[in-house]
């Protein structure tokens, strides 16, 4: 079948800057100290939950995020679950995240015995509208005993977890001015976006705490991992706590004072995110000039564009992203179909959690954009190799 002609375009453009040789979505890149640290780590003989990988790793994320505190975990929803309980979320609480998110956002909310309720996102962050919710929570809820609840369902909004989507970070100011006119806190899910910052600050470090995925997919891999950042030393002491099993240190004992989780990361991921980070810097001035080609490559295709950071803000480019207009929509599928088959890997955003069997009754308001941009929405390859200078 032969691609209709706006397709044809993106397929030539998209050649022009990949080649035509297949490509991946997004490939990790170890070309720096990596078989170094982990020969180090198995000489060591520690490869698990003890060793000076994780503290190192840990004093790393905290320089470079510019966070007071970095602990590091196991995965990235791990430590959403547990910054989620350190921001008080209880069970039967309601916890603002985006729609159109990865599952474990909304994950993370059910692990806590809470509901997700589902925010609209805008267009030119692809993250969460606090315009928009403004509104929404000003019809919704009302303040009671200093915290504030959903009149319809009489829950507690406990939380907010704005995403910063493929790197591009949220308005945060926005964010955080709701945070204080209604009471709620803020745990970002930054999980796509280290090496992005707001005004020269890093994303992941406004709210009360954020998450961090070192996941094999993200822009620096631990094989599996992820991270809590918090600036208070209190809540960084406790999230350690409780991702070590809750044991109080002690040099035999077995004395447990909470229910604990084993979501520490091993000190063999933990070399391997040490090698990582000290590459970072170049990982994303490669994303960023991988950006600009696939920018100037597609700069004359009037139906769609590629998507650009926000205003103020630094990205990390994670994930290439292309938005078709609203009218070229419906070729979305067929842009997949023919990408794919020419071996060039795309993907199609999220679904959203409110079509998504275990979110489909959650609460949700109005998500005209999120919707719209479902059927827009396609990430195109993204990996570091495919930059050339
Ligand atoms: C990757 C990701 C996570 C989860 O990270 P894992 O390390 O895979 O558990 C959470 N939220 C978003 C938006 C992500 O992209």
Redesign the pocket.
């Known amino acids: 079948m032969t691609p209709s002609p706006v397709v044809g375009r993106i397929l030539d453009a998209l050649r022009e800057v990949v080649g035509a040789q297949p490509v991946g979505l997004h490939e990790p890149n170890f070309s720096g100290n990596e078989w170094a640290y982990l020969k180090d780590c198995l000489d060591s003989t520690f490869v698990s939950s003890v060793g000076r990988y994780v503290d190192r790793f840990e004093a790393d994320l905290a320089a470079f995020t510019g966070s007071g505190h970095a602990v590091a975990v196991v995965?990235?929803?791990?430590?959403?679950h547990i910054a989620l309980k350190l921001a008080g979320v209880e069970p039967g609480d309601e916890v603002l995240i985006p729609a159109l998110?990865?599952v474990?956002?909304a994950n993370?909310v059910a692990y806590c015995g809470a509901t997700p309720h589902l925010v609209d996102s805008e267009e030119n962050t692809l993250g969460m509208d606090p315009q928009a919710l403004r509104g929404y929570l000003r019809d919704m809820t009302e303040m009671r005993g200093g915290v504030c609840v959903n009149r319809e369902t009489g829950r507690v909004i406990r939380a907010m977890v704005p995403?910063h989507?493929f790197g591009h970070p949220v308005d945060m100011d926005g964010i955080l001015a709701l945070s204080r006119d209604f009471r709620i806190a803020v745990v970002e899910?930054a999980?796509?976006s280290l090496g992005s910052t707001i005004q020269g600050r890093h994303a992941g470090t406004f709210g009360r705490m954020g998450?961090l995925?070192?996941?094999g997919?993200?822009v620096i891999t631990t094989g599996?991992?992820?991270a809590i950042l918090t600036d208070d030393a209190a809540l960084a002491r406790h999230a350690k706590h409780l991702t070590t099993t809750a044991k109080v240190p002690h040099r035999w004992a077995y004395f447990h004072d909470e229910i604990g989780y084993n979501y520490r990361m091993p000190n063999i991921n933990a070399a391997l995110g040490c090698a990582q980070l000290e590459q970072l810097p170049g990982f994303i001035a490669s994303k960023r000039s991988l950006f600009a080609r696939y920018r100037a490559a597609f700069s004359g295709i009037s139906q769609a564009r590629i998507f650009e950071e926000p205003a103020g803000s630094q990205s990390n480019y994670w994930l290439q992203t292309l938005v078709l207009d609203e009218a070229n929509s419906g070729l979305r599928d067929e842009l997949l179909q023919s990408t794919n088959d020419a071996g060039l890997m795309t993907r199609p955003i999220w679904e959203l959690m409110s079509r998504l069997p275990p979110y489909q009754a959650c609460p949700r308001m109005p998500l005209p954009v999120a919707e719209s941009l479902v059927r827009r929405v396609v990430n195109l390859p993204s990996s570091v190799a495919l930059a050339t200078d």
Do not use: P
Request: net charge negative.
């Open positions: 995965n990235g929803t791990a430590a959403l998110t990865f474990a956002t993370a995403m989507t899910d999980t796509e998450v995925s070192f996941n997919n993200k599996g991992g992820g």
